[in-house]
């Protein structure tokens, strides 16, 4: 049975080309410590670490590759952007029911510590993620700080980012962007965008390995930095760096990782990408319409794919969500996930707590037949009763 | 402004150090982009936050720093080489990668 691989918003399988290689190179010829030390190795490493985070900040929109942090990933770049920005005691934020864990356990975490407190954007309507006017009613003289999702990685729905970012300069608090849905299916410029933060992971849209991620700061913003240590530079400073990036980079940087997102990016930036947003909006039209027509499946999220990321949510009437998408990879050899997709809220406002729902999401290489076979699949689950009891972890959605 | 090899090492050329290996790769990578020569070298004497300097032929300097300036990368300070190379904390003054 081959596999048909519908968890790209989990992570993206099969990487952009040239990422294996990449990361090999940085256990070769450049397999120096980056930015300690001042031997050939140690400069190629540096060297290639740059040129990754410059491909990147060219894919991306950023004309200063120095303003793009690498981190341990998208929850280590949130955490980052929420902590330095809130204050210790008192405070108020603002996000949506639609937030990951990466963004809600954080934000919670200081609510309980600083007794501070938090807004959260109701759903608007027609599956959007918000409504900006209640953003604006929402803003209040104390709040330190915005944290929304570019896209929902439950519904796929897509947020007015640019939106927001006016309405958050205009009444001059921060705001910081969860880009991990976002992140290489949506064109962006972050240069231009009116945002402050910006964090995604490198191992979805982006394409490249898990364990890497990135923060970036507008111009002028700098943090506390989360995590101290050794940079490298001015060791007998007792202070870390006041600059980006090396102000949140203490430590040796995961050099395989950014190596093989610097080469994802460089596959990126050889696509079009508005080319990859159309096949993207007619894959997710297909699975929208294949799931739509069976009887006793539900879809969840916006009704229009072009208001969406390339991410589906459903249930089956009569299955625990654990059980379907059991049942798609032993029967089907389909890979979905199942359960809260670590967005809780998000789940609230669906109605599909306790379970969650079952959830699609395309890549780059999804094919016709991978679009045909999921809702066929479907079809003969939904016409049958469950044969595979829930998982208990995929029930409260681990 | 040389296209093709470094500068020659020794006291016709300036070192120029900067805040962060990020800043210092950019100011390498911008200046191999315009054609100008440099090289990579362990920090001067005189020290460099990151431990490494960009050395430039001191003939070059005015160019490579108007390059500089229109990327936005702003060197914390312009040293002039020492006599027998470039003893740095990274040891024996060798140029450790070198601009096109």
């Known amino acids: ?398 | 402004m040389p296209d093709g090899g470094g500068p020659a090492q020794g006291a016709a050329e300036r070192r120029l150090v900067f805040r962060g290996v990020t800043a210092l790769a950019r100011a390498f990578r911008g200046l191999q982009d315009a054609g100008c020569g440099c090289e990579i070298t362990a920090a001067p004497p005189e020290g460099s936050p990151c431990g490494l300097a960009l050395a430039v032929a001191a003939a070059d300097l005015a160019a490579a720093l108007a390059v500089l300036d229109a990327l936005g990368v702003v060197p914390q300070g312009i040293h002039p080489a020492g006599p027998g190379g470039l003893p740095g904390d990274g040891g024996g003054g060798r140029p450790a990668a070198r601009a096109r």
């Open chain 1, 1 to 398: 049975m081959g596999v048909i691989y519908l968890d790209h918003a989990a992570t993206a399988n099969p990487k952009a080309p040239g990422v294996g290689p990449a990361m090999l190179r940085s256990l070769g010829d450049c397999n120096g410590n980056p930015g300690h030390g001042a031997h050939r190795l140690s400069v190629a490493a540096t060297l290639a670490v740059y040129e990754a985070r410059a491909t990147l900040a060219e894919l991306l929109g950023v004309r200063d590759p120095g303003r793009l942090a690498f981190t341990a990933g998208a929850t280590a770049a949130l955490n980052q952007a929420i902590r330095g920005s809130l204050p210790e005691h008192g405070g108020h934020a603002i996000c949506s029911v639609w937030e990951h864990n990466a963004v809600l356990r954080p934000l919670l975490e200081w609510r309980r510590r600083s007794g501070g407190t938090i807004t959260f954007l109701p759903p608007g309507p027609d599956g959007a993620p918000f409504r900006p006017a209640d953003l604006e009613r929402a803003i209040q003289a104390d709040t330190a700080l915005i944290a929304l999702s570019a896209a929902s990685n439950v519904t796929g729905a897509i947020a007015p980012v640019a939106e927001a970012g006016e309405i958050a300069r205009a009444r001059g608090v921060r705001l910081l962007v969860d880009g991990s849905q976002a992140a290489g299916h949506l064109p962006v410029a972050l240069d231009r965008l009116p945002v402050d933060l910006w964090a995604c992971p490198g191992h979805k849209g982006l394409l490249g390995p898990q364990g890497v991620g990135l923060l970036y700061l507008r111009e002028g913003l700098e943090l506390p930095p989360l995590v101290v240590g050794g940079g490298g530079f001015d060791s007998a400073r007792e202070d870390p760096p006041d600059e980006a990036p090396e102000r949140y980079e203490a430590g040796t940087q995961n050099t395989p990782g950014i190596l093989g997102l610097g080469a994802a990016a460089a596959h990126l930036l050889r696509q079009d990408p508005h080319a990859a947003r159309a096949r993207e909006v007619r894959h997710l039209d297909a699975l929208q319409r294949g799931l739509g027509r069976i009887a006793g499946v539900r879809l969840h999220g916006a009704a229009d794919p072009r208001r969406c990321v390339g991410v589906l949510s459903f249930a089956v009437a009569g299955w625990a969500p654990g059980a379907v998408a059991e049942t798609l990879d032993r029967r089907f050899g389909i890979c979905v996930r199942a359960g809260l997709h670590c967005a809780p809220m998000a789940h609230e406002a669906l109605g599909t707590l306790p379970a969650g729902t079952v959830r699609a999401s395309v890549g780059p290489w999804t094919t016709d037949d991978d679009l045909a076979a999921l809702p066929e699949a479907v079809a003969w689950i939904a016409a049958r009763a469950p044969e595979i009891a829930a998982p208990a972890e995929a029930a409260r959605g681990a």
